[in-house]
């Protein structure tokens, strides 16, 4: 069983930041690229970040110069550093990850964490 938890979420004003941390536990054989997704209400599930097991970053157009994926490989945690949020970062952030666990190949995601950004 894997199980993916974030934590980190909640409420900030708008130019405010929060970092978000997900940790990975379980049967884990080997990870190979972990990211975060977002899903605003009323919209579709959006990639936000990923990195790969090497440590290669992407970023979403819209999160650009704002916010930024890393990771601890020894703790299998992922965060997101999330900078100058506005209000349209608002939604819920899931984590997931593409790993091995035995026969399984994934992909986990998260239970999601809401990030509200609000004056």
């Known amino acids: 069983q894997v199980q993916l938890v974030e934590s980190g979420g909640g409420l900030v004003r708008p130019g405010g930041s929060l970092t978000l941390s997900c940790v990975a536990s379980g049967v884990i054989d080997k990870i190979y690229a972990l990211a975060w997704y977002r899903q605003a209400q009323g919209k579709q599930r959006e990639l936000v970040a990923a990195i790969t097991t090497g440590g290669v970053t992407s970023v979403a157009d819209s999160v650009k110069g704002r916010f930024a994926i890393s990771k601890d490989s020894s703790k299998n945690t992922v965060f997101l550093q999330m900078n100058t949020l506005k209000a349209e970062d608002t939604a819920v952030y899931y984590c997931?990850?593409?790993?091995?666990?035995?026969?399984?190949?994934?992909?986990?995601w998260g239970q999601g964490i809401q990030v509200a950004v609000s004056s």
């Open positions: 997931n990850a593409v790993l091995k666990s035995g026969d399984d190949g994934g992909p986990y």
